[in-house]
Structure formats: C-alpha cells, structure tokens
C-alpha cells in the first residue's frame, strides 16, 4: 500500500548582509581612541581624559585631532587649539548621538530609531600629524526666525518581529520586510499620549502633523481604526491607514488645535473585530509643531556630558596573514582556566599542530572585529565585513565560532519587569560573545555572499562551539583531542529514534529512518543500526540510554517534533548526574525536529548540553534552530548521510563541515535553491568543530581494517 503524501511541520514545542565602507578609514600606524555616546547631546573630553589613554599631551598639536563616526570625519571643537598646545583647561566637544538603525539590503527599515542590538554609537579620535583636523565653523547668525519646530518622538521596542514568512512558515535569516523592533500585536486596542509644551495654546494651527510608523504582523491586509480620544472617550476618526502583509507604511496625519484637550493629545488604536487576523504594530509616533521662538525649551543638543573614558584601538592588517582555518572568540576566553593559560589560543595551536590537521590558524576576537569592521558598533556585519574582504584573497576553509551567542531580543523577568539583552545585558548570567549572523538564528549567513557565483551558498565550513567561559571552550578542546586520538574511529553502530504525535507520523518517519539506515549500509556494510519508535500514546517518551552510550554509540539521529530542551523521545541533558551517563566515545547528534539547535537564547538547550558538558556526551550537534519542515529534513539528512557514509572513492573521509557543504550543494542541484530551502539550510546549525572528521584517513573502506 503506497503511504499518502502529507507535509508536516514538525512542532517547535510539545504541548543580506551588507556593508558598505566607503573607503578604509583607519590606518593601521595610527592608534585610534574609542568614546561611545548612546545619548544625544554635547560630549566634552577634557586632557586628562586623554591622557589616561595614553595621549602624550606635551608631544600633541590640537589642531592635528580628527573625528570619525561610521568611517566618515564629523566637525568637533578644540577650545584653546590656536597656541598648539593642549593645556588642562583646554577641551574638545562634539555632537554625540544615540544609535540608531542602519542597513544596506535596500529593505525598508520599520522602525529607523531603534538600533537592533545596542542603543550606543561609536567615535574615533585620531591623532594625524600635519594634517589640520575638521572643525565646527561659527557663522554670523542666520536671519531672524520668529518660530521653531518642536517635535515629539515616541519610540516602541516592546517586541522583535522576524518578519514576513515564506512557505510553510519557514522565515528566512537575511533582513526582510517587517522585522526589526515595534509594539506588541495591537489587540484588541492602545492608547496614546503625548504631553504638551505649556505654550501649545500659542501653536499655529496649520503646523501640527503627526506621522505614526505601522507595521504589518500578518498576510492579510490591514486597515487599523484609529480616533483622536481614549478607548473611553472617543472624539473623532482620523483616516484609517492602508498597507499589507509586512510592510512598513508611514501615515502622515494633520490635527486640528481642537484635538487637544488641556496641552494634551490622546490617540486611540483599534482592530476592526471584523477582520480576524487582521495583526499589526505600531514602531514610532512623531509629533511636530511650530512654536513661538521666544517659548523655545532645552533641546538634545543643550545637554552636556563628560567623556571619562577613552579606549586605545589598534586595527590589523589581517590580509596579509594567509589562513585557512578561522577562530573567531572573545577577549573573555582568553583568560586562563583549569588546564591552559589561554584556551582560545590553545585551540588554535591544537589545530595548527600535526595532530590537529596541520590548520593555518587565524585568531580575531569578536570585539575588534567590531571596531574596525563595524565602526566601533555591536553588528555581527563586522564578521561578515571581515570576510568580504579576507576570503576572496586567501579563501579559508573553516570558520569556528568559539564562544555563546545570546540574540538582542532574548528575554528574562528581573526587578520586577521583561527586559531585553538589547538594552540590559547585565541582568543575563552569561554574555553574547560570538553573535549570530541572522534571526532567526543563522551561522552560515556569514560565510554567504562572499562568492561571485552561487553567492547565497556558503563560502566555507562553519561551526559553533557555545561556550560561555573559558572552562567550557577548554573542556569541549580536550573532548575533541581525545576523540581524534582514538585509534579505533568511525561508527560502528548508530542509533535511530523515530518520533511522531500520531501513528500516521510515527510510520511516515520511520519509513524515513529506514531509508537512511539503507544510505548507511551501502556506505559501511559492517555498520550495526539500532532503533527505537515511540508510543503513539504519549506525547513525550523517556528514554535509558546511558548504556547504548556507555557501549560506544557513534550517531545517534532523531526524527520527529522537538523543542530546544526536550524532543518526543527525550534522553535528557547529559549533565544531569541522575541519568547516569557515561562515555569515553562521543557520538554526533543529528536531530530533526523544531529548535534543538538553538543554542541563541537565555535558555541552556539540551544540545549544547551534550556539547559542552565535559568527559560525556557528544562531539557535535546539528540539528535546526527555528522551525523544521518534516519534508526538507528528510531530503537533506538522505544526503547528509550519503556524505558521512558513501566515501568510497576517496581515500580520506570528508569533515564535518565538508559533508554539510556537499549537502547543501547537492539539495540545491537536485530541489532548486527556493526562499523556503535557503532558510532551512540557512538554520541547520553545527554544534561543534566543523573540521572534525568520523573516520581516520585509510587506503581501504574495510571498517575492520580501521578497527586494527
């Protein structure tokens, strides 16, 4: 009897980049001073200031200070600059700013004041010898005005939206309509308020406007109702705005004075309650007005600061140093631990050493990266920046992201409110040390782009070690030597644990399983495949396994719905000390569910569990860290398989990272490179070394021989 085709979405709970420098700004002889504003106003440096950061004030002329801000030279004043001294009453001042939103993808920007990872900005004070720096030019005063135009700004950052969906619900991770910070879904209605100058009453009518930022959070088109009034007291309707799917739309509204009640305007927001799934978001409210010059009120730029601290970069050439192995961590795993003195740099020697694969290694910290790739700013393009220009010239194999990534919108309750990593980072037990490359959650977004042909297929190999400290990078770092010294390598016996919410499912993927098994034992006849199905009665089964584990297990690959902590047949996290786990072989996680990859979030997933956990559990993960389409992770796990196990005509076993390539690549000749398969590929995340290799390099495909 031929099963009927049925596409399932596998539950994920049970119950472009772009960007552009100009030119290069920086130079590599000069050291460069970091002050970073997040706040609008006048920032004054005084010397002593500069001089904590190394500046020899009695070697300085002022006149030879310049400013820079995203790779372009802003004006500043350097008060007392005319003798060529900078004595300790002098200073210099500029205009600081908040950061805000920017990108290149040509992807409209719902909302352009809220920067997605981090309100701070970053300036450059350089010192240049001989070449006179950009200075402020005080004019004569320009002609008489009588007015001046105040304005209101209302920024929402209460959600993170990810935007428009393709197929399936799959989303993809480069930059697309609707995503960026907004409001919660407007259901059923909001309210609101701006708080007026006290001489409003002296407005000029004509001269108030408001523009409102919507964005669209379903497919639908939608139409919010929209009032001057509260939800109590509505006073008149205002034009109903008109825009679709997740698109971005700015509504310019003019007002009336008598809109305003004592100094202050009330806005209401609604849903029609006809139209169901009408869903939509509001990212700002502007409100402008003309007022009379004399009833003027401090401004942003009437607001005064002093810079206390000043940090010393100095940028690298890194074209000229040829690698071909990539390590990208953080300042905080360079500290020593219980076994070396500087696990990040060990991992690199391990790597460049014969026993490690005689890599070319490069160490970059995350953090420089940002400085000279992204303008002192927090933005994953610095990495991808890095790459644009560095693997066109030396073409590295390798990428490993050595270090915990923690999404800008991952959330947590603290003092008594949800707050966001964005905007309050310390109140996170860990830190984002090696960010992601998209959202939902993508490592392989930044080795993309990089190649003139095929350039959405990744460039080279990526994996993620998620180690939040410098024990944990180390004790995956002794998990991975040991494994590649065992002299006995290659799995010998793997398991299969086929899930599924109803009997339908449970037959539908262990049809699939069988289907593997079959790629597995054409590949490696002497391969021994063990399975266990779950009861269709329950919706989670435990499961014992410390004994398969404990007995040398190689693979074990599940499919079915999962979440990030627990799948539907759930071995639990290896750590926990109950379940008795024990291992000297590591075995490589291949789960196709929902999220179990997701190793991005405030959570401690299982999978990075079994990674990071020392002397037990796994040497690598992979699995996805958004939504799973039962369909894709068939087509592409059949030829992830056919990559581990059918090397026969090669004398040497391919990587990790080579089997993902070779998948990708063949899943894209064979289907087609559609929106919904780049975000699948785009979200299968390799938890581990992607240069880690299952088989010893042999002459023969006799696994006996490879026993000897």
Known sequence: MRTPFVLILLSCGLSSFSLAQDSVWYSYDLIHYKIQTAVEGIYRIYPASLEDAGISLRRVDPRFFRLYHRGREVAIQVAGEQDGRLDPEDYLEFLGKRNEEWRDSGIAIPNPYVNTYSD??????????????????????LPASDQFEAVQLQVFAEEYSFGETSRWGLRTSTPKEGQGWMTSVIVPSRDLKFQLDAAFKEVDSQSISLELGWVGRSTMDHAPLLWIGTSSKVLRPLPSPQFSGHESLRQSLVLQQEDFQEDTLKLHLAVNSARKGDYFSLAFARLTYLLPIDKASPGPDSRRFTVEAVQAVRFRDYLSQSANYLIVGHGQLERPSLSYPNPLHAYAAYRASEAGGSYDTLVLRMEDLYDQFAFGEKNPLALHAFLKSYWPKHQPKYLLLAGRALVPYAQKWAENRAVYQRNVPKAFAFQDLVPTGGFPPSDSQFIRQLQVVDSTFPAMAVGRIPAKNVQELSDYLDKVKEKELLKISGPQKILHLVGGMNPVEIERHRSFMEGFATVAKNGIPEVEVIKQVKEDSVEVQHLDLKNEIKEGLELLTYFGHGSLRYNELDFGY???????????????????????????????????????????????????????????????????????????????????????LGAEKEFIVRYGNRLEYQAHWAQLILLGDPALRFFNCRTSTNLSEVKK
Do not use: H
């Open 120 to 141: 701070t900005t970053a300036f450059f004070l350089v010192y240049t010898p001989g070449e006179l720096g950009k200075r402020m030019q005080f004019k004569a005063p």
């Open 574 to 660: 290896v750590s926990d000390p109950s379940l008795g786990y024990a291992n000297s072989v590591y075995p490589l996680l291949l789960i196709n569910g929902c999220e179990y990859g997701n190793a991005f979030g405030s959570s401690y997933s299982q999978g990075e569990d079994w990674l990071i956990t020392p002397k037990k559990g796994a040497i690598a993960v992979l699995s996805n860290s958004g939504l799973g389409v039962d369909l894709l992770l068939k087509r592409s796990t059949e030829l992830l398989y056919r990559g581990l196990f059918d090397w026969r005509e090669s004398s040497c076993p391919p990587t990790l990272g080579e089997v993902l």
